[in-house]
Antibody, heavy 126, light 111 residues
């Protein structure tokens, strides 16, 4: 069964740090790009970060750039999100999601996020 | 802040057709394909439509998507009670160095 399982969420004070993990199983993790997406309480979805299968391409939303770092370990079938300088507005459920894409030598064609984890909750509060 | 605008709510009775709009710009919908996600209450999002109008395996054919210019739409025909959920459009945006944007979301209520 294709599955993504997030962990590492919790309560942290403003200015603190947290590292989220996402364990993948049931598919060849090293062949897929991955994303982190978050959802604040009662709000809509917000894309956070993207990492390509080889880690050669990384993108961040402006709201987290310079504070969050996405990474992956293909040998461990795991995706990570290191979150530093956390703010109240970072409080959210964080989902990891598999990206379906095809990349040629010049362009990448994206087909959506087809597998999602159940989410892990991050609460930033004093 | 989302750059894709959706109506906050839509509703219909069972069997009716409901349409949700998604308005963007030349840098996102105008330049890239649109995906739609369904989020049932208390669950993770699910890919409903990709590449403007393609359904992943297992998605009922009562869900359909279309795109024209800088706008897209999702139609649900033969509305069923289990379709009551939040729906989000999404697309990559070329205006900045790598940015994926979700729509504001639409809550569909089955009356």
């Amino acid at each position: 069964e294709v599955q993504l399982v997030e962990s590492g969420g919790g309560l942290v004070q403003p200015g603190g740090s947290l590292r989220l993990s996402c364990a993948a199983s049931g598919f060849t993790f090293s062949s897929y790009s991955m994303n982190w997406v978050r959802q604040a309480p009662g709000k809509g979805l917000e894309w956070v970060s993207y990492i390509s299968s080889s880690s050669s391409t990384i993108y961040y939303a402006d709201s987290v750039k310079g504070r969050f770092t996405i990474s992956r370990d293909n040998a461990k079938n795991s995706l990570y999100l290191q979150m530093n300088s956390l703010r109240d507005e970072d409080t959210a459920v964080y989902y990891c999601a598999r990206e379906v894409e095809y990349c040629s030598s010049t362009s990448c064609y994206h087909y959506g996020m087809d597998v999602w984890g159940q989410g892990t909750t991050v609460t930033v509060s004093s | 802040q989302s750059v894709l605008t959706q109506p906050p709510s839509a509703s219909g009775t069972p069997g009716q057709r409901v349409t949700i709009s998604c308005s963007g710009s030349s840098s996102n919908i105008g330049s890239n394909t649109v995906n739609w996600y369904q989020q049932l209450p208390g669950t993770a999002p699910k890919l409903l439509i990709y590449s403007n109008n393609q359904r992943p395996s297992g998605v009922p054919d009562r869900f359909s998507g279309s795109k024209s210019g800088t706008s897209a739409s999702l139609a649900i025909s033969g509305l069923q009670s289990e379709d009551e959920a939040d729906y989000y459009c999404a697309a990559w945006d070329d205006s900045l160095n790598g940015l994926y944007v979700f729509g504001t979301g639409t809550k569909v209520t089955v009356l």
